[in-house]
C-alpha cells in the first residue's frame, strides 16, 4: 500500500453559477513522479488542485489517495497526507508568528510541546527560514513568505507536495531558490504553473489541461516539442526551447 | 488609508506582545481572564459619583504592565484612543446633570462632571485591563481559556474568526481604498456612489479571501479547535493569582481605601 499515489478518475466540477469547470477529467500520479498541470487561464488547474485534498466537493466522479477514496470519513487523514501549498502565500499565512504558523498543523494533528517544536524547527531549517521563526509573516518579503507557506505544509510530514502557481510573483533569485527546495523533495510533486522553465526542469511529466479537459498527459519534452498542441491550449514553449532573437542561438531541442 | 493600514499594525503588535517570556505571561489563561474578569466587574459597578473609589484600581494595570515588560506608552496611546469615544458617548452629562455635588472655592461641581470623569477612567481600566489581558495572553489564549471555563466552542470559534475577519477586511480596505483614492485625483471620486460600491465590493472580496483562507486552515487539520502552544495547567502559582487579586478588587469596591487613607493623613496631619 502506497499513500503516494493520486488517482483522479472521471471528475466534473460544476460552480453554483453553473459554470463548468472541469468536464471529465482522468489520471493516475504515481509515487514520487514530478507532475506539472498546465493550461491558459481559466483551464481549470486551481480547481483540480483543490479537489485534490478535499477543499472543493466533486459534482461527480472520484479522487482516490493511495487506498483511500476521498470521503468525508477519510478526510483527515487525506488532508495530513496532500500537503496543499496555495497560490496565495497571503491566504495561506494567518497566525501572528511565522512559529506559529508552521505549528498551526502539527498542533492539530495532535502533537504537543517538544515535538511541536521539533516538527517546526525542522521544517523551518529544510525551507531555510529558521531565521524567520519569530517574526510576523506580514513582515516577509514575497519569497520569504512562499517558503513558510511550504514550511507550514512540510510540518504535516505530508506524502504528496500539491503547489499552486509555486513560483508566480517571485523575483529570479527567490525563483530560483524555490525551484532548487522542490527538487530536493521526493515526495510525489504536482504543480499548477504558468513558469513552464520551471516545468521543464522539475517535471517529468506534464498535463495540459484546456477548457476543463486534459488535452495532452505525457513526458514534458515531449509535450513542448508539439507547437501545434501549444498553440491550440493558448500555450508556448518554454524560453529555453525557444531560438534567441538577438544572438540568433538556435532552439535547444534536445531540452529535456 | 495610512492609518487604517497603521491601525492593523497596532493590532498585530498588539497580538505579538503575548510571545512574551514573563512569569505573567507564563500563567494559565483561565487564571488571567478570570482576574480580569473580576477587576472589570469591580469598576464598572462602581457608583456614577464615585471618583476616588476608582484611584486604586490603577495599581492592577501598573503592577501587570511592569511586571509583563508592556509597551507603557504604545499601550496608553491605544487605551486611550478608544476611551476618546466612551468620552464622546458621556459628552451630555455635564448639560443634563446639575446636580450639585462639590463646592470648591466659587466653583460648583456638578454631578454630570463627575460622572464624565469617572465615565473616562472606568474606561481607562476596564479598556487597559483588556488589552493587557491580550498584549499578555494572547487572543486565541483568551477564547481558549474562555471555552474550558464552559462559555460554548461556537460562540468562541465565532469570535475568534472574527478577529481573523478584522485583519482581511482592514487588508482589504486599505488596498481598495488606495485605489479609488489614486484614482479620485485629490477629489471626492463620484463620492457616496462610488463609495457605496466600494463598500459592496469589499464585503464581496473579503469573503472570497475569508474562505480561502479558511479553506487553507482545514487543509491544515483545523477542526474547529484552535490549539494554544502553551499546555494549559491550573497550579497553585494561578490560584494564588487569582484568589489574591480578586479578593484586592472586592475589597477596594467594597471599602472606599481613598477615604481611609485620607482620614488617616488628616488624623496624623490635623
Known amino acids: 500500500m502506497s499513500h503516494h499515489i493520486v488517482e483522479v478518475i472521471h471528475l466534473r466540477h460544476i460552480y453554483p453559477d453553473g459554470t463548468i469547470a472541469i468536464k471529465d ?72 508568528t511565522v512559529f506559529d504558523d ?34 510576523p509573516p506580514y513582515h516577509l518579503s514575497g519569497g520569504e513568505k512562499k517558503r513558510v507557506a511550504i514550511a507550514t505544509v512540510l510540518a504535516m510530514t505530508p506524502d504528496i507536495l500539491v503547489l499552486d502557481e509555486p513560483t508566480n510573483g517571485l523575483d529570479p533569485y527567490a525563483r530560483r531558490q524555490i525551484m532548487s527546495l522542490l527538487q530536493e523533495f521526493h515526495h510525489t ?24 479537459e486534459i488535452r495532452a498527459d505525457g513526458p514534458t519534452g515531449e509535450i513542448f516539442r508539439n507547437d501545434d498542441l501549444l498553440t491550440a491550449c493558448r500555450l508556448e514553449k518554454p524560453l529555453a526551447m525557444q531560438g534567441c532573437p538577438l544572438c540568433s542561438r538556435e532552439a535547444d531541442t534536445t531540452k529535456p | 488609508m495610512i492609518s487604517i493600514n497603521a491601525a492593523v499594525i497596532d493590532l498585530k503588535r498588539l497580538e505579538l506582545l503575548a510571545d512574551g517570556d514573563t512569569p505573567i505571561h507564563a500563567l494559565d489563561a483561565r487564571a488571567k481572564v478570570l482576574v480580569t474578569f473580576v477587576f472589570i466587574i469591580s469598576v464598572v459597578s462602581c457608583s456614577r459619583y464615585e471618583l476616588a473609589r476608582l484611584i486604586p484600581f490603577f495599581i492592577f494595570p501598573a503592577v ?87 462559555i460554548p466552542q461556537l460562540f468562541t470559534t465565532q469570535l475568534l474568526f472574527l478577529h481573523r475577519y478584522i485583519f482581511v477586511l482592514a487588508d482589504e480596505t486599505g488596498r481598495a481604498s488606495r485605489a479609488r483614492e489614486l484614482r479620485s485625483c485629490g477629489k471626492k471620486g463620484l463620492g457616496v456612489v462610488s463609495f457605496s460600491s ?72 490635623p
Not at chain 1, 504536482?190 to 476543463?212: A, K
Not at chain 2, 479578593?247 to 493623613?265: H, M, N, Q, Y
Open chain 1, 25 to 96: 477529467v482522468s489520471f493516475r500520479i504515481t509515487h514520487g513522479e514530478s507532475v506539472a498541470i498546465i493550461g491558459a487561464n481559466g483551464a481549470g488547474k486551481s480547481t483540480l488542485l483543490q479537489h485534490l485534498n478535499g477543499c472543493l466537493e466533486a459534482t461527480s466522479g472520484q479522487i482516490r489517495i493511495g487506498d483511500m477514496p476521498l470521503t468525508k470519513a477519510t478526510l483527515p487523514d487525506i488532508r495530513r497526507t496532500v500537503g496543499m501549498v496555495f497560490q496565495n502565500p497571503d491566504d495561506q499565512l494567518f497566525m501572528p
Open chain 1, 102 to 135: 508552521v505549528a498551526f498543523g502539527p498542533l492539530n494533528l495532535g502533537l504537543v510541546g517538544a515535538d511541536v517544536e521539533k516538527r517546526v524547527t525542522e521544517a523551518l531549517i529544510q525551507v531555510g527560514a529558521d531565521h524567520l521563526r519569530a517574526k
Open chain 1, 189 to 212: 510533486k504536482i504543480f499548477t504553473t504558468h513558469d513552464l522553465d520551471m516545468v521543464l526542469e522539475l517535471c517529468q511529466r506534464t498535463i495540459i489541461l484546456h477548457e476543463g
Open chain 2, 64 to 150: 501587570i504592565i511592569a511586571l509583563a515588560n508592556l509597551p507603557t506608552l504604545f499601550l496608553a496611546g491605544k487605551i486611550t484612543l478608544v476611551c476618546s469615544f466612551v468620552v464622546i458617548v458621556g459628552f451630555f452629562n455635564p448639560f443634563f446633570d446639575h446636580t450639585e455635588l462639590y463646592q470648591i472655592g466659587h466653583i460648583t461641581v456638578t454631578g454630570g462632571w463627575i460622572s464624565l470623569i469617572s465615565l473616562f477612567i472606568r474606561s481607562l481600566l476596564t479598556v487597559g485591563a483588556t488589552f493587557i489581558l491580550i498584549g499578555t495572553t494572547g487572543f486565541t489564549a483568551v477564547c481558549q481559556a474562555l471555552e474550558r471555563l464552559g
Open chain 2, 198 to 269: 466600494l463598500v459592496g465590493h469589499l464585503l464581496l472580496r473579503t469573503w472570497q479571501q475569508a474562505a480561502r483562507i479558511h479553506t487553507a486552515m482545514l487543509a491544515r487539520g483545523f477542526a474547529g479547535h484552535f490549539h494554544a502552544r502553551r499546555q494549559p495547567s491550573f497550579g497553585m502559582v494561578e490560584l494564588c493569582y487569582l484568589l489574591s487579586w480578586s479578593s484586592l478588587f472586592i475589597a477596594l469596591r467594597l471599602f472606599d481605601i481613598s477615604e481611609t487613607i485620607g482620614k488617616v493623613v488628616t488624623g496624623i496631619f
